[in-house]
């Protein structure tokens, strides 16, 4: 089995980052070869609309999403992790989405084999629980519907500013450990 964790935040030691972490730990007690990719430090652009992924098998742009791209083709299991900036996922996690269009067929199909197993991480300094539940939701549905992946659990930490806090939370990083623990089950 093999799992990748997908970090959107810009922070490398940042919340999000150390729940997606707690989870591929998870992952890995269970069995599972697991790889990390912060998007803040590959170098990537967005979709540049030119259908060229629709007549190919792959995207035209030759960059650090390519490998990504090859790795999350493999993968059993995808833990996706992202803060909410402005009321949505960050610039980094939306720019690798919309790439991720080169992984759709022309007609809607997922290039993806269906059945990989999905953890959602979110990270919002807002205390408000519900504040920006439909950007979760819409993001699962996104990579149920055009990835067909099975989302078995979105973790939120709710009310965390400064890098490194959730660590405190020791109800929330256990949830995350089990998480990848159990992601097969």
């Keep these: 089995m093999k799992v990748i964790g997908i970090v959107g ?30 998007l803040n430090e590959m170098n990537y652009r967005g979709c540049q609309g030119c259908g060229y992924c629709k007549s190919h098998d792959k995207c035209k742009l030759e960059d650090d999403l390519t490998e990504l791209f090859d790795e999350l083709a493999l993968a059993d299991g995808v ?20 790439r991720c269009y080169s992984l759709i067929n022309a007609d809607f199909s997922s ?15 807002a205390p408000d629980a519900a504040a920006f539940k439909g950007v979760y939701d819409e993001f699962g549905g996104q990579i149920s519907n055009f990835m067909r992946m099975d989302v078995k659990d ?14 405190g939370d020791s109800e929330l990083m256990e949830r995350a450990k089990n998480a990848g623990l159990n992601l097969f089950k």
């Design 111 to 125: 290039r993806l084999p269906a059945g990989k197993k999905a953890v959602i991480i979110g990270m919002q300094g």
């Design 9 to 38: 935040s810009p922070r490398k030691n940042g919340n999000t980052n150390i729940l997606v972490q707690q989870v591929l730990k998870g992952a890995e007690e269970a069995g599972a070869e697991t790889r990390i990719f912060i």
């Design 154 to 167: 979105t973790i939120v930490g709710i009310g965390y500013n400064a890098p490194g806090e959730v660590k």
């Design 79 to 98: 833990v996706f992790g992202s803060p909410i900036y402005f009321g949505q996922f960050t610039g980094q996690m939306r720019l690798f989405l919309d």
